[in-house]
């Protein structure tokens, strides 16, 4: 097993941090992508301000977003975490938070108080791969504020205990959805950040096929592409009525599952809208 990091090959991940690291299942196909962005990466890590450290992918849920941050992970041996952004969102989410513990160093039940850091500030510090998931949804200007100074390539992070410095190795993936209801645009300031972009959409339709074969054992050609051509029309009608998220991997892969174990292909259709 790799134990070293692609990146910066003198690096040694502790035990703990190779645990994080993701393993590709064996249903994981390498899409165009994710080779392309580990090849610019890679071509770029020693190449001062052009350097890929920040990638936004945008895409309709179910597009595989979630998996191509894990798979670089994996590509690049970092450990892998995640936050999941939401609307009420304070800066203690981002900076991470002093809480009161009871004291274990006598048994007077004196409170003290400790740091503990959130998942931003340990990728950030450890140097690890971070996917922001949906950050569009944040309110707080502090809060967008603190996360886009995070993100600034030789940045540093004021916390309430002391300053950490951005480890030279941490990646942030950005990942949203695109044009789902109450979708907001990435805030200008962290769309700034992002030095790699990539948009990706319902996969081909052989790539859908394949992932729901490896999915879901199922291998009736046939079958396999009629359900992928109904979804892809269902996308595109849905799309040119200005509906988006209809129809995705996710309800295709359910789709033949559902097929796959017997149900028909008419009741499960009713079932998907
Ligand atoms: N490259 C891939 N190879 C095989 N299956 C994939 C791949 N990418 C995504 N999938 C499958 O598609 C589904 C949705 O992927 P996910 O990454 O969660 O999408 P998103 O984050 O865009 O909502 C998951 O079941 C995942 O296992
Ligand atoms: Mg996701």
């Known amino acids: 097993m790799k134990q070293t990091c692609v990146l910066s090959p003198a690096r040694q991940l502790?035990?703990?941090?190779?645990?994080?690291v993701w393993q590709k299942p064996?249903?994981?196909?390498?899409s165009e992508a994710e080779k392309r962005i580990y090849q610019e990466v890679v071509r770029n890590w020693?190449?001062?301000?052009?350097?890929?450290?920040t990638i936004l992918l945008e895409g309709d849920a179910g597009s595989?977003?979630?998996q191509l941050a894990k798979a670089l992970s994996a590509d690049f041996n970092l450990p892998y975490t995640k936050i999941t952004c939401f609307a009420d969102m304070d800066k203690s989410d981002v900076?991470?938070?002093i809480l009161p513990v009871l004291s274990e160093k006598d048994k007077s039940n004196m409170v003290e108080y400790q740091y503990y850091p959130s998942e931003i500030v340990r990728a950030y510090e450890n140097g690890w791969l971070l996917e922001i998931q949906e950050p569009t949804v944040i309110r707080d200007a502090a809060v967008l504020m603190a996360l886009n100074s995070?993100?600034?390539?030789?940045?540093?992070?004021?916390?309430?205990?002391?300053?950490?410095?951005?480890?030279p190795d941490f990646i942030a993936v950005i990942t949203t959805n695109r044009g789902y209801n109450g979708y907001r645009p990435l805030n200008e300031?962290?769309?700034?950040?992002?030095?790699?972009?990539?948009?990706?959409?319902?996969?081909?339709?052989?790539?859908?096929?394949?992932?729901a074969k490896a999915k879901t054992g199922y291998h009736s050609e046939s079958v396999l592409s009629l359900l992928a051509e109904t979804i892809i029309l269902l996308d595109e009608t849905a799309r040119a009525n200005a509906i988006k998220g209809v129809a995705g991997m996710r309800s295709y892969i359910f789709w033949v599952d559902a097929v796959a174990?017997?149900?028909?292909?008419q009741s499960t259709l009713d079932r998907q809208q």
């Open 64 to 66: 595989g977003k979630t």
């Open 26 to 30: 064996p249903s994981h196909i390498e």
């Open 46 to 53: 020693n190449r001062g301000e052009m350097k890929i450290s």
């Open 14 to 20: 502790t035990g703990e941090e190779q645990s994080l």
């Open 189 to 211: 300031a962290l769309r700034d950040r992002v030095q790699h972009a990539e948009k990706i959409d319902l996969p081909p339709k052989a790539v859908m096929m394949e992932r």
């Open 95 to 97: 900076l991470g938070s």
């Open 150 to 167: 995070a993100l600034e390539p030789d940045g540093s992070l004021n916390l309430p205990t002391r300053i950490v410095h951005r480890h």
């Open 261 to 265: 174990s017997g149900a028909s292909v």
